[in-house]
């Protein structure tokens, strides 16, 4: 089973947040890094300053196996993107929860609390399984 670390917040999509004083961090899971396989392209399609809604696409992922949307998991304005992974998509397959952050939004305050937690998102995992 995929590690899941409990100071996080989920989406059913498999993307993590980290939520700083209304700063949300976003990145995806190692779930979804198995799931995809080796990365090799991260393009992200917003720019710092836009306004993004969740549930909407923010970028796409690439891998050897296919191509996938990244979602907002929530509303917010992009304060930050990691252009690392422009010319070192792999960090993704090294470190989906550190160096492979994907985007940084400017969100209201407990904005990620209707994600799920580490618990919840083990749990979706075992059901998503079956």
């Known amino acids: 089973m995929s590690h899941v670390p409990d100071h996080l917040r989920y989406t059913p999509d498999h993307e993590w947040t980290k939520d700083e ?32 809604e969740a549930g909407k696409a923010f970028g796409t992922i690439e891998s050897v196996k296919t191509l996938s949307d990244l979602f907002a998991p929530v509303s917010g304005k992009v304060v930050a993107i990691n252009a690392d992974l422009e010319s070192k998509p792999e ?34 995992l075992k059901a998503s399984a079956h």
Not at 25 to 48: H, M, P, R, W, Y
Request: aromatic share 6%; net charge negative.
């Open 21 to 52: 004083a209304g700063r949300v961090t976003v990145g995806i899971t190692a779930f979804a890094v198995e799931q995809l396989g080796d990365i090799t392209l991260v393009n992200v399609d917003v720019k710092v300053g836009d306004s993004i």
């Open 91 to 124: 960090l993704v397959n090294e470190d989906c929860y550190g160096k492979a952050w994907m985007i940084t939004l400017e969100a209201p305050p407990g904005s990620t609390g209707s994600l799920m937690d580490a618990a919840a998102y083990n749990g979706h």
